[in-house]
């Protein structure tokens, strides 16, 4: 059974940093893309971050210079290293798998930027 587990969320201040962690089980995602996407109330899920089985990687224009994506394939596990974090950043933020047409994600974690 295939696990995505978050980690790594909570409150910040703005122009504060928050390192979020993805570790996956029951598959091997080293050769697949993995991302980061973020969802708040009332709205679409949104795209944040996307990395290819070769480091190569996609940023929504909103986070670009600001978030950077990172994978660890020997531990399968991705990364978003998140610095000067805005309001408009606070979203329940999920790892996403895609592997064999299929999508999986993990439960979310909430990131809070508030003074």
């Known amino acids: 059974q295939v696990q995505l587990v978050e980690s790594g969320g909570g409150l910040v201040q703005p122009g504060g940093s928050l390192r979020l962690s993805c570790a996956a089980s029951?598959?091997?995602?080293?050769?697949?893309?993995m991302g980061w996407y973020r969802q708040v109330p009332g709205k679409q899920r949104e795209l944040v971050a996307l990395?290819?089985?070769?480091?190569?990687?996609n940023y929504a224009d909103s986070v670009k210079g600001r978030f950077t994506i990172s994978r660890d394939n020997g531990k399968n596990t991705i990364y978003l290293q998140m610095n000067s974090l805005k309001p408009e950043d606070t979203a329940v933020y999920y790892c996403?798998?895609?592997?064999?047409?299929?999508?999986?994600w993990g439960q979310g974690t909430l990131d809070t930027v508030s003074s």
């Open positions: 996403n798998a895609k592997k064999n047409w299929s999508d999986y």
């Open positions: 029951g598959s091997d995602f080293s050769r697949n893309y």
């Open positions: 990395i290819g089985s070769d480091g190569s990687t």
